[in-house]
């Protein structure tokens, strides 16, 4: 068995490899000499640690001797230290790492050739039984089998560089400097009694600026200290072929090809803000020869090893991703006090939440509740927010949820029953479905409408209900017109396929099909038509107020007639509506103003986009936030700040929450309170996203289609029983979870 790579993942390999069966004899090769490394120190979790213990007590063993212990993360920032505990770190040299290992091969008769370049991978894999590739980020394995391992590299936007210095830290230590060249951050940890880690870490334009480009290595650490000298006590820090460099995020389509298998940053890479290289690399080691060990034959076992990794590590990215999107846009996040921009940092990655961090640190998190304006023994989620003249009870919003059962665009029993269930279920605003403005604007026929009288009075019978039987629930109207997307099936029937007969003409910003040879061509929008659009909203918004709605949303997301005028993709007019992101504002700002003109003066209105098309030439990160900013101008109250679902060819990066860091960024870019939604599903998920100052409510569609009570039901769970979520009389004897099994 050969193994490409000397690092930790490729020597624990080895050494498991030959403990788990000695006949096997393998060879392990290395480039560089035994005693070169990259970087300092290494953290490992108790997880990992504890899966090193059942797969060599050995190397657990030395591991243990040679661990340094914490607790503490302290974030700084603008003068302030704001300390957190109970987070239990470990970790060691990356050098004492290596010996160990090598110690353990050696004990074990793996042989180890150092200073000597692996055959090439064909070589390999004609001349053994199994090739084990852990040879890194530029792995040559990975390279020369490409067509089938089909790696995807993304290189990122930050540079940063592995430093050290001769004293421990006491604590993880995260430190911001705001400098004239722009926002840098240090990462420190202690690693030995004597040695800590440090990193530091910058935006690629802030690292130019700051002339770290024509430095070399001693003039870089030499700069470095001066700008963290308050953190280092004006000591200085020491490097060893510490080359500044951008992280790289390595995916791969198949992690084996024929028997040579991939591990560690040849088959995946984390960002280091979450500490999970050597993690990774060590557990790919005990996994893959678990599976070798299990299943005899060896295509069987590298699927074995495969299936059983590649959702952990895909889990694992995620939190990594968002880890590391944090701090590329660390500029964004420096403006929150310290407490809640220390919560923020803690959170970034979806791995530590409030729930988590009120067990780790129940004195901290409570500090950040007060700041939030929680009222004593009350969780964000219930705390009252006011938007104009409406006060909702807590931050929960029952999202849009088209149902397409209404009949001529009528509002039934069925829609009684679906918003009146959710508004007795607890949440503080529940929307309706997007309602169209007219016939020619709707989705499916199934869809529901507020052009004309009938309609309004159908949408009174319901909003009366809700504010009879469930008082203290705000409800909303979403007003929409389809556009390009509208005269299709239901969903069940077939998203997005037009009607096998009875489609009525289509309008949108320019004569582009929702997709080409399947939808119909939409007719351009003249000056006659903007009008006439305008106008239906605006008759819309008066029907909605006279039927009792408390807050208004107008659409201009998902590939909708406004958000078809807001998109470059969709919008190639030449006219004052089209062109820049001024042009493409234009019409749907026009509407808002007539909108908001005739809705009550003390109902709010907010605004749906889509923050990006998910999609190449579509609205950037800045365009949304210009988007955003405008809308507030002209009297938005809030943002709902969803994402795609313009152009058909997208490629949303679906997970846990994904939605929210466009919500995040316009709220504190734009200055705007925002609805974030997307994959939100646990009361944990809202906590945090509202401590952290990334949202002001939070919007969710699927677990309100699970549960109609899941407000009530998240209350009962954090033990809450006050006013901001109070059970309907009827319903308080089922306040608490039935009883499961036999009792005595």
């Not at 040679?66 to 970790?91: C, K, Y």
């Not at 004990?107 to 090739?131: G, I, K, M, Q």
């Not at 089998?145 to 995807?152: D, L």
Request: aromatic share 8%; hydrophobic share 40%; net charge negative.
């Amino acid at each position: 068995m050969a193994v490409v790579g000397g690092g930790p993942g490729g020597l624990y390999a080895a050494a498991l490899l030959k403990r788990s069966d000695p006949a096997r004899e393998v060879t392990v090769w290395e480039r560089n000499a035994p005693s070169d490394t990259f970087g300092f120190g290494v953290v490992l979790s108790d997880e990992t640690l504890g899966g090193i213990g059942d797969a060599d007590p050995a190397v657990h063993e030395a591991l243990t001797r040679a661990l340094v212990r914490w607790d503490d993360i302290d974030v700084v920032h603008r003068g302030h230290r704001t300390t957190s505990t109970g987070h239990g770190f470990a970790a060691l040299g990356r050098r004492r790492l290596l010996e160990i290992l090598q110690e353990r091969c050696a004990e074990l008769d793996v042989r180890l050739r150092f200073r000597t370049e692996a055959p090439p991978a064909a070589d390999l894999a004609a001349t053994h039984d199994l090739v084990v590739a852990a040879d890194g980020v530029h792995s040559r394995t990975r390279e020369a089998h490409a067509e089938h391992f089909r790696p995807r590299i993304t290189t990122h936007r930050c540079r940063y560089v592995w430093l050290a210095a001769d004293f421990p830290f006491e604590a993880f230590r995260f430190e911001i400097a705001e400098t004239r060249h722009g926002v840098m951050q240090l990462h420190a940890y202690p690693y030995e009694a004597d040695a800590s880690t440090v990193i530091v870490e910058m935006r690629e334009e802030v690292w130019r600026a700051a002339g770290f480009d024509m430095m070399d290595e001693a003039e870089s650490a030499a700069r470095c200290a001066r700008i963290f000298t308050e953190a280092l006590g004006g000591r200085t820090l020491r490097s060893h072929r510490s080359a500044w460099t951008a992280f790289r995020t390595v995916v791969n389509t198949h992690w084996s090809y024929g028997n040579t298998v991939l591990i560690g940053d040849a088959a995946h890479t984390a960002h280091f803000s979450i500490g999970s290289g050597t993690k990774l690399a060590v557990e790919d080691a005990v996994s893959l020869v678990r599976a070798l060990d299990t299943h005899p034959a060896l295509p069987e076992a590298l699927t074995a090893y495969e299936t059983e990794r590649r959702p952990l590590v895909e889990s694992t990215q995620r939190a990594a991703a968002a880890s590391l999107r944090w701090f590329e846009d660390l500029a964004e996040h420096v403006d929150r006090p310290p407490r809640r921009f220390a919560f923020d940092l803690l959170t970034r990655s979806r791995r530590v939440t409030h729930a988590n961090l009120r067990l780790r640190d129940p004195s901290f998190t409570a500090t950040v509740e007060r700041d939030f304006g929680c009222p004593p023994g009350t969780p964000p989620m219930f705390t009252p927010l006011g938007l104009r003249g409406l006060t909702l009870r807590n931050r929960i919003v029952v999202s849009p949820m088209d149902m397409y059962v209404a009949e001529d665009g009528v509002p039934g029993d069925f829609h009684l029953v679906h918003l009146g269930s959710r508004a007795l279920g607890g949440a503080g605003l529940v929307m309706t479905e997007m309602v169209c403005v007219s016939p020619e604007g709707r989705i499916t026929p199934g869809c529901t409408g507020l052009w004309n009288d009938g309609q309004a009075d159908a949408w009174a019978r319901i909003t009366a209900f809700v504010h009879e039987r469930a008082p203290g629930t705000a409800l909303g109207v979403q007003l929409g017109h389809a556009g390009r997307k509208g005269s299709t099936r239901r969903m069940w029937e077939g998203i997005d396929q037009p009607l096998p007969t009875g489609n009525w003409p289509l309008v949108a910003a320019s004569p582009l099909p929702y997709r080409p040879g399947v939808n119909q061509v939409p007719r351009a929008l003249d000056r006659t038509g903007l009008t006439t659009v305008r106008e239906e909203f605006t008759a819309a918004a008066r029907r909605a107020a006279r039927s009792g709605f408390d807050l208004l949303e107008l659409h201009c997301a998902h590939g909708y007639l406004l958000s078809g005028f807001l998109s470059p993709l969709t919008n190639h007019r030449t006219d004052r509506y089209g062109g820049d992101l001024h042009g493409r504002l234009r019409f749907p700002l026009e509407v808002f103003d007539a909108v908001r003109e005739v809705w009550p003066e003390d109902r709010p209105v907010t605004v749906r986009i889509s923050a990006t098309d998910w999609a190449e030439g579509g609205t950037t990160e800045e365009e949304a936030v210009a988007v955003a900013r405008a809308f507030a101008e002209h009297g938005a109250d809030a943002v709902d700040v969803s994402t795609g679902q313009v152009v058909p060819h997208e490629t949303p990066a679906y997970g846990r929450s994904y939605q929210t860091p466009h919500a995040d960024r316009i709220r504190n870019g734009a200055g705007v309170p925002v609805i974030a939604v997307g994959a939100i599903s646990s009361w944990d998920d809202v906590n945090s996203l509202l401590l952290a100052g990334r949202a002001d409510l939070c919007a969710l569609a699927r677990p309100h289609l699970y549960d109609p009570h899941w407000t009530l039901h998240a209350a009962a769970e954090q033990g809450y029983e006050g006013p901001a979520a109070p059970w309907p009389a009827p319903y308080r004897a089922g306040n608490r979870p039935p009883p499961t099994g036999r009792r005595a």
